[in-house]
């Protein structure tokens, strides 16, 4: 490692761990120093990719070890504030998965403190370079299609939810926190207009073994009077 390096701590390794790993493997002037997950296989998939990080299953540990100097957050929602503010006053850098954290006040509680301790404090947001999107905002950032004045993003289907945390609405936020997460950053970069309203709903009728809606809507209205909406339905035909 060289001294201009910034060492990168994993904070936990689910899903979304190679792709983490494979970025800051990838990109000059990062290197990956420590993995912390309590499920042995995961760390063992981290090391394959960063074979000299030093590996914890105790997430305190990792944050006080002194070999981080950033740490990327991927645990679940519910507990984002916690890791990122006890991250925050250790004096480390933070990038945090989607959603920043489940409360607008946790939200702001952080910013405070990442600007306080003149700190960075990003949120990963990967569907901003998603092929889809790029063309869509490009086309109408050119005028191509004209002027914009409704615009709708949708994800989902009839199928049966997953049953892990991500439909668990203490956990997850809810329906709109997880897919809403990328889909409303999508909406307010192609609409970069003040917003005048927000109004939403949440339908509970068929999938009765988790606690996340089964359809949920997101309506935006901007001051410019384009109108923005955001469904996530798992009962849509």
């Excluded at 250790?90 to 600007?115: F, R, S, W, Y």
């Excluded at 306080?116 to 990967?126: A, C, E, G, I, P």
């Excluded at 709708?152 to 609405?169: I, M, N, Q, R, T």
Aim: hydrophobic share 45%; net charge negative; aromatic share 8%.
């Amino acid at each position: 490692m060289k001294n201009s390096e910034i060492r990168v701590g994993l904070l936990a390794y689910g899903a979304i761990g190679d792709e983490h790993n494979q970025a800051v493997s990838a990109a000059d002037g990062l290197v990956v120093t420590a993995v912390c997950d309590t499920n042995p296989e995961r760390i063992a998939a981290a090391l394959k990719i960063a074979p000299s990080a030093k590996t914890f299953t105790d997430a305190d540990l990792m944050l006080k070890s002194g070999e981080i100097d950033l740490v990327i957050i991927s645990t679940p929602p519910n507990s984002h504030y916690s890791w990122a503010k006890s991250a925050l006053s250790l004096g480390l850098h933070v990038i945090l998965e989607k959603p920043m954290a489940l409360t607008t006040d946790q939200c702001d509680e952080l910013m405070a403190l990442a600007k306080k301790s003149n700190l960075l404090l990003v949120v990963y947001q990967n569907r901003r370079f998603d092929a889809d999107f790029l063309t869509i905002k490009s086309a109408i950032d050119q005028g191509l299609i004209g002027d914009l004045f409704s615009f709708e993003s949708f994800v989902g289907g009839y199928s049966k939810p997953c049953d892990l945390w991500h439909s668990d609405a203490q956990v997850s936020g809810g329906a709109i926190f997880d897919w809403g997460s990328h889909f409303i950053d999508q909406i307010l970069a192609i609409v970069p207009d003040e917003i005048e309203f927000v109004s939403g709903v949440n339908q509970k009728r068929v999938w009765d073994h988790i606690t996340n809606a089964d359809h949920a809507q997101v309506s935006i209205n901007f001051k410019g009077g384009v109108q923005a909406t955001f469904i996530n339905s798992d009962l849509a035909a």
